[in-house]
């Protein structure tokens, strides 16, 4: 069954400090891995889309890492912001057979404290 | 620009009524894709419509229908709802169809409250 699980499933920083979400996949035949931040009450944003021959991928204070051999990745936050607070959502993309799925993870809840 | 906007914003109905919900799409984007986000979960694909065809489709029963529009706006139709349909339906648009590598643009959603 194609899954898509994160963790920590919520986390509580200080304002200023850096973090790291996890996503592991058992999702087959991968195609593309997505990373969103969806603010309460609003639709998600995209912050990162990587392929299979991509390892690292950043959008300012936010990188990405994958490992496609361990089915693995992870969103890095540096220097955190109030701003930051929200659910980060991994969406992994697969295709075979003519078709396409995108599985999304349940999120992570990230809380930046002052 | 104007984003990818959704109406209503808000929905209450009961059971075993019809629901539809609209959604338009950033200029320029020939697709739409349709999510519903139950609390506390992430979003499950629906459908995605590209050119006015249905090309993806996800594990929802057949009482969830959609269709795209020329000018490329769509709908989503749910008939005899369920407690269980009560949700935040998502729409989110990109220039071509998700089998590309571009990013999704999506709207703040509907939520439909079921009675």
């Known amino acids: 069954k194609n899954q898509v699980e994160q963790s920590p499933q919520s986390l509580i920083i200080l304002e200023g400090k850096n973090c790291t979400l996890q996503c592991n996949y058992t999702v087959s035949p991968f195609s593309n891995l997505r990373w969103y931040k969806q603010d309460t009450g609003r639709g998600p944003v995209s912050l990162t889309i990587?392929?299979?021959?991509?390892n690292t991928k950043s959008n300012g204070r936010y990188t990405a890492t994958l490992d496609a051999d361990t089915k693995q990745s992870s969103l890095h936050i540096t220097a955190s912001q109030l701003s930051d607070s929200a659910s980060y959502i991994c969406?992994?993309?697969?295709?075979?057979?003519?078709?396409?799925?995108?599985?999304f993870g349940k999120g992570t809840k990230l809380s930046v404290i002052p | 620009d104007a984003g990818v906007t959704q109406s209503p914003t808000h929905l209450i109905k009961t059971r075993g009524q019809h629901v539809t919900l609209r959604c338009s799409p950033i200029?320029?984007?020939?697709?739409v894709s349709w999510y519903q986000q139950v609390l506390g979960q992430g979003p499950q694909f629906i459908f995605q419509y590209y050119e006015k065809e249905e090309r993806g489709r996800g594990n929802f029963p057949d009482r969830f229908s959609a269709r795209q529009f020329p000018n490329y706006s769509s709908e989503l139709n749910v008939n005899a709802l369920l407690l269980g349909d009560s949700a935040l339906y998502l729409c989110?648009?990109?220039?071509?169809?998700?089998?590309?590598?571009?990013?999704?643009?999506f709207g703040d959603g509907t939520r439909l409250s079921i009675l």
């Open positions: 969406v992994v993309k697969y295709s075979g057979a003519g078709s396409y799925q995108l599985t």
């Open positions: 990587m392929t299979f021959s991509e």
């Open positions: 989110a648009s990109s220039p071509g169809t998700v089998s590309s590598n571009q990013p999704q643009h």
């Open positions: 200029s320029g984007h020939k697709s």
